[in-house]
């Protein structure tokens, strides 16, 4: 009884022993891809673009408007016949539609064309991000800062992938 | 035995002179895109044109000028041709072939005039009944001119008359062939001589992947994605795009495809299986359009992997699949699905035409609808090796806008510059309406890589 006890004690030593010998290394990796829009030249370039876009589709909305005022006006200012008047409302209702419908097709075209404008720049990064994981031997690299608590500046790679894509310009 | 042999003889010899009666002039093709005038001069006023390989019917020739017609033409009237042209550009044998879809098929939901003038003032010079079915194009302020849903002939001297554009109701592409496209003859050479028409399918094995979209668009939502040996059938191409059926489909229709891919993706992603026979039964066209001939009694659309291949891309060489990642040993996982983000290293297309001083060409056409409203999308790459300022790029697009707007619809387009990805983000962006341009953008971060940045 006391050999079986001791050699089940020994074997559970050796098995303790071996398994953190047999574990590979595993390193995981961190890459924000809000920094890297909002600080890579491409990133930067691109939220030129999206503003570039934001004006012209304020250009547009201001048309809009303008064309409301007048008719608004037009409706005050003239002594009108009831049958004018009726197709002059009409009008005016219309470009209210027209005017509104704008606001809302442009903010949604706005959103949708910030994130075309994400993509493409995540698109480049991530080629990059690829050389860095195989150079340093990250098995995984993260890039959801919301569920990361901590991260060692050592795993943060963030800083490398905007300095490689910015030497790509 | 005689009584019957004479009468046979004669009968025969009747009806071969009443075939000539009928028929006039000769079949000739143009060899080149082709300007059609109201004169036989070069000064003549421009009033339509033909595409390269255009079937047409010639005759009257005078000063090295034809009148040209319908091919289907049997009324030998000197006075009503669709238009003249320079004789030594027509030939009797079909060169280049270079179908160019116009018009727009529609039809009124009530009895309509038709005049001689864009002016409600002009000539009736006929009624279009409710539901029959013709084809508008050459838009005038609130006119348009309609035409027999036979003409393949794009000119404003083979129109029927004018009609006011807001009676007619466009028949939506999916609804019914365009019958400018239908009745465009096939290339010849396509089929064996004397074989029926019908759409050929061709069986690929993929071998890398490629997109299916719901529709022929790649603004529609993603279908599936086909995988490196996959294998399908494609067929009923249309604005760049193939339908894409299951390899064993033996019914194969607009309603019954999997979905649409990109024929440049496609040819450049895929190698010949083998040449399959035409489908039992081809429908591609579920909603039957009101005043319309059945559509078996249309030539059905007939297109063969060669043209396919010689349009679409320059190599015919199959890619080899992708080699997997190399790996150092211990890694095993990578959280980043590249398979979306692999960067396309394709070489640049060719362009083929010029405006504005531009080579350029078209690498998709396609209708969408977005917000209730109907966008014409053209993808253009346009060759340059300077970047285009702001003004060169809004006249660039505006010529190719005014090729192709369409009463009630917008026209949507994206310029694509040397060294981009054409299937990533464009660099310019124009949209118009009908009567001009409404917005206008530029991308510079799409230049990223390319030699502009």
Known sequence: MKHISLSLWLAAVLLLLAVPASAQPSKVGFVNPQRIVNESKIGKIA???????????????????????????????????????QVRENELRQAVRDYEQLVQTSNQEIQAEERRLIRFVMRHADSILRTIAAEQGFTMILTDPEIIGYVDHSVDITDR????????? | MRRIFFPVVAAVLFILSASHAFAFGKIMYADRPLNLRDDRSPRGEWVGSLYAGQKVRVAFEENGWVAVYEPGATDADKAKPAGYSNAKFLKPVRGRYEPKPWGEAAYSTTKLNIRSKPDARSAKVGVLRPMERVIMDFPEDEWILVFSPDATIRSNMNGIGYCSAKYLEPIPAGAAPAPAKASTPEPAGLRAGG????????????????????????????VRTLRPGDVVQLGLPGNGWYAVFKANDMIRSESSSLGYSRRTAMDANSRQADDVAAPVAVSSTPGTTPGTAPAASRPAPVVSAEAIKSEAVKSTSVKPAPPAPVRSEGQQTMVIDRSAFRKANRPDPTP????????????????????????????????TTKLPDREAFKDFAASLWKDHRRVTKNVLVEVYLPGMDTDDLAWGVAKFDYDGMIEMFVRRATLFGTKFM
């Open chain 1, 161 to 169: 992938v905007i300095r490689e894509l910015n030497s790509m310009i």
């Open chain 2, 195 to 222: 074989q029926a028409a019908a759409p050929v399918f061709q069986r690929v094995a993929l071998t890398n992947e490629v997109d299916v979209h719901q529709s022929r668009t790649t603004a529609s939502p993603l």
């Open chain 2, 352 to 383: 083929d035409q010029t405006a504005h001083g531009y080579r350029f060409k078209f690498l998709e056409k396609s209708e969408t609808r977005e917000y209730g409203q109907v966008w014409i999308t053209l993808k253009v790459f346009l060759s």
């Open chain 1, 47 to 85: 939220q030129e673009d999206l503003a570039g876009l934001g004006k012209e589709k304020d250009r547009r909305v201001r048309q809009a408007l303008d064309k409301v005022n007048k008719l608004q006006e037009g409706l005050k200012a003239d002594a009108l016949s009831v049958s004018e008047q």
